[in-house]
């Protein structure tokens, strides 16, 4: 595995990235790994299949569906796309 290495981080952003990953109940250095694989796999276009909204929708508000937690965090740092109604 390759090391990287990011200075100048402000200790303001460095704290609330410590506490986001603290929410996600993962290190910081985990959580940062999984976003930085996520930013890559979503350039290449790689990753989860597109579902509509609606599809995903009714798969959270079942019962038994994952935690809303983590469906708002993937939902807050999910990059902004137009909507196709198509």
Request: glycine share 8%; net charge positive; hydrophobic share 35%.
């Amino acid at each position: 595995m390759a090391d990287i290495l990011i200075r100048n981080v402000s200790p303001r952003t460095k704290e609330r990235l410590r506490l986001r990953a603290k929410r996600r109940g993962k290190s910081l250095e985990a959580d940062l790994r999984e976003t930085l694989e996520r930013i890559a796999n979503e350039e290449q276009g790689v990753g989860k299949p597109k579902v509509g909204f609606g599809t995903w929708l009714a798969s959270i508000s079942r019962p038994g569906s994952d935690d809303l937690t983590g469906i708002l965090d993937e939902l807050r740092s999910a990059p902004l796309r137009r909507v196709d109604f198509e």
